[in-house]
């Protein structure tokens, strides 16, 4: 085996051949191709704009990782708020991992009780298997922690410290849109599979 480390730039089906960024044909019997995922912060209005100021963070985004534990060292009380998309993600554990996490830190800096803990996701469940899902659950409402499912993040105004998220499913609440106000805002933008069809020529 051997670990070219290029990227693909076309695949010629026909051909069996993949071209990468250095021009070098790479022939193949067989092809598995893995699509990858792409962020997509754009699609968030206000989100990326808000990044590392104004109590606004996520762990997703490299270049104000580091301000997630700085806003949560300073966190004095109030709401803190952690989102988790509608969409397919990387690490689906990642949204609400960083909920326990922050929930831990507040103990330990004696704010908890001043602290208001919401755990808002697009999806139906807090997990997509239920044998997780109901002991993740629990352990929501072990720690009080707020979870609203079916809430999804579709707009950030930190100067305002307010998000806007859309209800969906199928509810008597479906489609409408709340404004959530918060102190710390830990935001995960939704995710889009990466388009292959540019890659392949004579399909």
């Given at each position: 085996?051997?670990?070219?480390?290029?990227?693909?730039?076309y695949v010629?089906?026909?051909?069996?051949?993949?071209?990468?960024?250095?021009?070098?044909?790479?022939?193949?019997?067989?092809?598995?191709?893995?699509?990858?995922?792409?962020?997509?912060?754009?699609?968030?209005?206000?989100?990326?704009?808000?990044?590392?100021?104004?109590?606004?963070?996520?762990?997703?985004?490299?270049?104000?990782?580091?301000?997630?534990?700085?806003?949560?060292?300073?966190?004095?009380?109030?709401?803190?708020?952690?989102?988790?998309?509608?969409?397919?993600?990387?690490?689906?554990?990642?949204?609400?991992?960083?909920?326990?996490?922050?929930?831990?830190?507040?103990?330990?800096?004696?704010?908890?009780?001043?602290?208001?803990?919401?755990?808002?996701?697009?999806?139906?469940?807090?997990?997509?298997?239920?044998?997780?899902?109901?002991?993740?659950?629990?352990?929501?409402?072990?720690?009080?922690?707020?979870?609203?499912?079916?809430?999804?993040?579709?707009?950030?105004?930190?100067?305002?410290?307010?998000?806007?998220f859309k209800?969906?499913?199928?509810?008597?609440?479906?489609?409408?849109?709340?404004?959530?106000?918060?102190?710390?805002?830990?935001a995960v933008?939704?995710?889009?599979?990466?388009?292959?069809?540019?890659?392949?020529?004579?399909?």
């Amino acid at each position: 085996m051997k670990w070219l480390q290029s990227s693909v730039n076309y695949v010629s089906p026909l051909d069996n051949v993949v071209l990468t960024n250095k021009d070098e044909p790479i022939y193949y019997d067989h092809l598995v191709v893995a699509s990858g995922i792409q962020l997509n912060w754009s699609a968030i209005p206000g989100l990326q704009e808000s990044l590392g100021k104004n109590g606004v963070c996520s762990n997703y985004d490299s270049s104000s990782v580091s301000k997630t534990a700085e806003f949560l060292k300073d966190f004095k009380g109030g709401i803190a708020l952690f989102t988790q998309p509608a969409t397919p993600i990387k690490c689906a554990g990642a949204p609400q991992k960083i909920a326990y996490l922050a929930e831990e830190i507040l103990c330990k800096n004696g704010i908890r009780e001043k602290s208001d803990i919401i755990f808002n996701s697009g999806m139906g469940s807090i997990f997509a298997v239920k044998k997780y899902a109901d002991q993740l659950a629990k352990i929501c409402s072990n720690r009080d922690i707020q979870f609203n499912p079916f809430t999804n993040l579709i707009a950030v105004d930190g100067n305002k410290k307010q998000a806007t998220f859309k209800i969906n499913g199928s509810g008597e609440n479906a489609g409408n849109e709340i404004i959530q106000k918060f102190d710390f805002l830990h935001a995960v933008p939704p995710m889009v599979l990466q388009l292959l069809n540019h890659f392949f020529s004579n399909c």
